[in-house]
């Protein structure tokens, strides 16, 4: 069983960053494509970014293209989400997840294993 834990949440101005970090319990997590998923209030779980196994490829929703960064050290067992130029419509739970699938348009339900979430919230 993976158990995978977010930190770093809290809260920023718009234009601020955030760094976000997901820690596993697992070493078999390499083998699992590792992604960030976001959920606003009132809204669906939605996809955000994103990194293969080797991290050699990543994919990135529309919505934060060019802003959010992710990565992963298989060596520490992480993964991390690099927040810049944030906007008050990135306000939302962010969840770290393990999966099999890869690509931009990833559902939830493509996901194995998920953490219980960190708030963000950008105040304008």
């Known amino acids: 069983q993976v158990q995978l834990v977010e930190s770093g949440g809290g809260l920023v101005q718009a234009g601020g960053s955030l760094r976000l970090s997901c820690a596993a319990s697992?070493?078999?997590?390499?083998?699992?494509?590792m992604a960030w998923f976001r959920q606003a209030p009132g809204k669906e779980r939605e996809f955000v970014a994103v990194?293969?196994?080797?991290?050699?490829?990543?994919y990135y929703a529309d919505s934060v293209q060019g802003r959010f960064t992710i990565s992963r050290d298989s060596v520490k067992n992480t993964v991390t989400l690099q927040m810049n130029s944030l906007k008050p419509e990135d306000t939302a739970v962010y969840y770290c997840?393990?999966?099999?699938?890869?690509?931009?348009?990833?559902?939830?339900?493509?996901?194995?294993?998920w953490g219980k979430g960190t708030l963000v919230t950008v105040s304008a």
């Open positions: 997840a393990a999966g099999v699938p890869l690509g931009s348009g990833l559902r939830p339900d493509d996901m194995h294993y």
């Open positions: 697992s070493t078999t997590l390499s083998v699992y494509n």
């Open positions: 990194a293969s196994r080797s991290s050699t490829r990543t």
